[in-house]
C-alpha cells in the first residue's frame, strides 16, 4: 500500500485552514499538491478530528486482516472438501 507524502495531521490542518477561509487554489500551490487531492481529503476527512481519523485506519487495517483471514480459510476449505471428495 501506497503512503502519501502527507501524515494525518498535516492533512488535518490543510482542511483546517481551508475551513478558515483560505482559498482552496492558494493551499495547493502552498502545499505543493493537486486540488484533486484536496476535494478528496475533504470528502473523505471532512468534519473529523484526528482521533476519528485514527480510529477509521485502525478499522480498515483490522477489515483487511479479517478479509485475508478469510480468504486463506476458504481456500483451506475448498482443499479439504476436494480432498475429501476424490477418496470416495
Given at each position: 500500500?501506497?503512503?502519501?507524502?502527507?501524515?494525518?495531521?498535516?492533512?488535518?490542518?490543510?482542511?483546517?485552514?481551508?475551513?478558515?477561509?483560505?482559498?482552496?487554489?492558494?493551499?495547493?500551490?502552498?502545499?505543493?499538491?493537486?486540488?484533486?487531492?484536496f476535494?478528496?481529503?475533504?470528502?473523505?476527512?471532512?468534519?473529523?478530528?484526528?482521533?476519528l481519523?485514527?480510529?477509521?485506519?485502525?478499522?480498515?487495517?483490522?477489515?483487511?486482516?479479517?478479509?485475508?483471514?478469510?480468504?486463506?480459510?476458504?481456500?483451506?476449505?475448498?482443499?479439504?472438501?476436494?480432498?475429501?471428495?476424490?477418496?470416495?
Amino acid at each position: 500500500m501506497m503512503n502519501g507524502r502527507f501524515t494525518d495531521v498535516q492533512i488535518m490542518g490543510i482542511l483546517k485552514q481551508a475551513e478558515g477561509g483560505v482559498p482552496v487554489s492558494e493551499l495547493c500551490r502552498e502545499h505543493g499538491m493537486s486540488s484533486a487531492s484536496f476535494y478528496k481529503w475533504r470528502s473523505k476527512f471532512g468534519g473529523m478530528d484526528s482521533s476519528l481519523i485514527a480510529e477509521m485506519k485502525d478499522m480498515t487495517e483490522q477489515n483487511r486482516r479479517l478479509k485475508k483471514m478469510y480468504a486463506e480459510m476458504s481456500m483451506q476449505n475448498d482443499l479439504l472438501k476436494e480432498a475429501l471428495g476424490k477418496k470416495r
